[in-house]
């Protein structure tokens, strides 16, 4: 059974989602607390949204120094998979695992709505079994969202495919339409929008079960190859 | 025998977006200002003010420490330029 940690700061508050989500995969998901230095054992990592630290100074800036962090970095460079939610996005762009960085929405408004995503690469974790141009109905929630990177940065994420999911309408004026990037391996996956509340008819969407889906299988198969 | 003082240097941090990185919040509070009867005032930009002792032997030792610390924890280099600069000096 895959073994999935749901990394928890002092101000998370998207952790319980994010392990239902996983759990209702069939993935055994647990919580662990982010003063934890070890992760083994676990065959993917999920840093969930909320606001790690109260999102004093900048969002994600003093989670990066958390004692887990270090623990998160050894995991990723041994390929295990990787997936920062949200504030988990911000929390793993300012610990250099993800380039860029997450900015003020454009019009400085915060944004809790439904957005259309689509399918740009399928070349990660969190979109492997997903189908490139699907379009995806998933909530976002954040104040900072909108992605920014300079030239270089940009033209090796679209080279290298590592844009996993971009916006149909540009909701905060992140560059490139980018709602989700991957690292080079594509093991590191960070996205804005919350496919963990998009399980259910129910509440609007399962539009994210195939990401969550995607991430439980992969996360397997990674570590046991 | 040379002795040094270990004195607290007051420094001021000011953090700001680098040029060319977007502003919604300076360019917001540049638009409320005609409506408020303040006319002729543009590039507003908004950033952060961090104002601390740092215990130091010199000036020189104080800004090195600032600098530092401001690009390690206060500024997100990817997005933000840190300036340092020396307040008043207070012995204590």
Same mark, same amino acid.
């Given at each position: 059974?895959?073994?999935?940690?749901?990394?928890?700061?002092?101000?998370?508050?998207?952790?319980? &989602?994010?392990?239902?989500?996983?759990?209702?995969?069939?993935?055994?998901?647990?919580?662990?607390?982010?003063?934890?230095?070890?992760?083994?054992?676990?065959?993917?990592?999920?840093?969930?949204?909320?606001?790690?630290?109260?999102?004093?100074?900048?969002?994600?800036?003093?989670?990066?120094?958390?004692?887990?962090?270090?623990? *998160?970095?050894?995991?990723?460079? &041994?390929?295990?998979?990787?997936?920062?939610?949200?504030?988990?996005?911000? *929390?793993?762009?300012?610990?250099?695992?993800?380039?860029?960085?997450?900015?003020?929405?454009?019009?400085?408004?915060?944004?809790?709505? +439904?957005?259309?995503?689509?399918?740009?690469?399928?070349?990660?974790?969190?979109?492997?079994?997903?189908?490139?141009? &699907?379009?995806?109905?998933?909530?976002?929630?954040?104040?900072?969202?909108?992605?920014?990177? &300079?030239?270089?940065?940009?033209? !090796?994420?679209?080279?290298?495919?590592?844009?996993?999911?971009?916006?149909?309408?540009?909701?905060?004026?992140?560059?490139?339409?980018?709602?989700?990037?991957?690292? !080079?391996?594509?093991?590191? *996956?960070?996205?804005?929008?919350?496919?963990?509340?998009?399980?259910?008819?129910?509440?609007?969407?399962?539009?994210?079960?195939?990401?969550? !889906?995607?991430?439980?299988?992969?996360?397997? /198969?990674?570590?046991?190859? | 025998?040379?002795?040094?003082?270990?004195?607290?240097?007051?420094?001021?941090?000011? *953090?700001?977006?680098?040029?060319?990185?977007?502003?919604?919040?300076?360019?917001?509070?540049?638009?409320?200002?005609?409506?408020?009867?303040?006319?002729?005032?543009?590039?507003?930009?908004?950033?952060?003010?961090?104002?601390?002792?740092?215990?130091?032997?010199?000036?020189?030792?104080?800004?090195?420490?600032?600098?530092?610390?401001?690009?390690?924890?206060?500024?997100? +280099?990817?997005?933000?330029? /840190?300036?340092?600069?020396?307040?008043?000096?207070?012995?204590?």
């Amino acid at each position: 059974m895959t073994r999935i940690g749901v990394v928890v700061f002092p101000g998370s508050n998207c952790e319980y &989602d994010a392990l239902n989500g996983v759990a209702s995969l069939g993935a055994q998901a647990e919580l662990v607390w982010h003063s934890t230095t070890d992760l083994s054992g676990f065959d993917g990592v999920i840093l969930p949204g909320g606001f790690a630290h109260g999102d004093y100074l900048r969002p994600g800036a003093l989670a990066r120094f958390s004692p887990v962090m270090d623990a *998160v970095r050894r995991f990723a460079e &041994d390929g295990g998979s990787v997936l920062g939610i949200c504030n988990g996005f911000q *929390v793993l762009t300012e610990a250099g695992l993800l380039p860029g960085a997450l900015q003020k929405n454009r019009g400085l408004a915060f944004l809790c709505q +439904p957005t259309t995503l689509v399918v740009s690469s399928t070349t990660s974790v969190l979109t492997s079994r997903a189908v490139l141009g &699907d379009e995806l109905i998933i909530p976002i929630n954040h104040f900072s969202g909108s992605y920014i990177c &300079d030239d270089p940065t940009y033209d !090796e994420l679209v080279t290298h495919n590592r844009i996993v999911l971009t916006y149909k309408d540009n909701p905060n004026g992140s560059r490139g339409d980018i709602a989700g990037i991957a690292n !080079e391996g594509g093991n590191v *996956v960070g996205l804005m929008p919350h496919p963990e509340r998009a399980m259910s008819t129910l509440l609007g969407s399962e539009d994210g079960r195939i990401l969550l !889906e995607s991430f439980v299988a992969t996360s397997l /198969a990674t570590l046991s190859r | 025998m040379v002795r040094f003082f270990v004195v607290n240097y007051f420094v001021i941090v000011d *953090v700001t977006l680098r040029a060319g990185i977007a502003d919604p919040e300076g360019a917001t509070i540049e638009k409320a200002l005609p409506a408020l009867g303040f006319t002729g005032v543009s590039d507003v930009k908004a950033g952060k003010s961090f104002r601390m002792n740092i215990e130091a032997t010199s000036e020189t030792d104080a800004l090195n420490k600032a600098t530092a610390l401001a690009e390690r924890l206060l500024s997100n +280099p990817v997005i933000e330029d /840190a300036h340092v600069r020396l307040g008043e000096v207070s012995l204590s």
